[in-house]
């Protein structure tokens, strides 16, 4: 007589699953904020400091090249370094995200919406 109500004890556990889902993505997104990377060029003359956000925190550079002829060289060397430290937060926050999927049992390659 109630056959229709069986799955709402699904829709229930959805729900369920999703608002854990939602309490871990917001618990990952301050874990990402504090998850420092450097980035380096010119073999570590240049180091820039970035969450695993993508928020870049710092910046240091080797005094030795602060020679005023060489501005762009320098000016090249920060941007690559910059680079560096955001393409490895995008790669921790990536690896963070895989391991949050997994955590709840969703298949690594899982895409979600945020």
Same mark, same amino acid.
């Not at 240091?60 to 060489?70: G, K, T």
């Not at 690559?80 to 391991?99: N, V």
């Given at each position: 007589?109630?056959? #229709? %109500?069986?799955?709402?004890?699904?829709? +229930? $556990?959805?729900?369920? &699953?999703?608002? =854990?889902?939602?309490?871990?993505?917001?618990?990952?997104?301050?874990?990402?904020?504090?998850?420092?990377?450097?980035?380096?060029?010119?073999? #570590? %003359?240049?180091?820039?400091?970035?969450? +695993? $956000?993508?928020?870049? &925190?710092?910046? =240091?550079?080797?005094?030795?090249?602060?020679?005023?002829?060489?501005?762009?060289?320098?000016?090249?060397?920060?941007?690559?370094?910059?680079?560096?430290?955001?393409?490895?937060?995008?790669?921790?926050?990536?690896?963070?995200?895989?391991?949050?999927?997994?955590?709840?049992?969703?298949?690594?390659?899982?895409?979600?919406?945020?």
């Amino acid at each position: 007589m109630l056959k #229709g %109500l069986g799955g709402l004890g699904d829709m +229930a $556990k959805m729900m369920k &699953t999703a608002q =854990d889902m939602q309490v871990k993505m917001a618990q990952m997104q301050e874990d990402l904020a504090q998850i420092v990377v450097i980035g380096e060029s010119g073999a #570590g %003359l240049v180091k820039a400091r970035c969450t +695993a $956000k993508g928020e870049v &925190t710092g910046l =240091d550079i080797d005094p030795s090249i602060l020679i005023p002829s060489e501005k762009e060289v320098i000016e090249d060397l920060i941007i690559a370094a910059l680079k560096d430290a955001q393409a490895k937060a995008a790669s921790r926050s990536q690896q963070e995200l895989a391991r949050l999927t997994e955590g709840l049992g969703l298949p690594a390659d899982f895409k979600l919406p945020f």
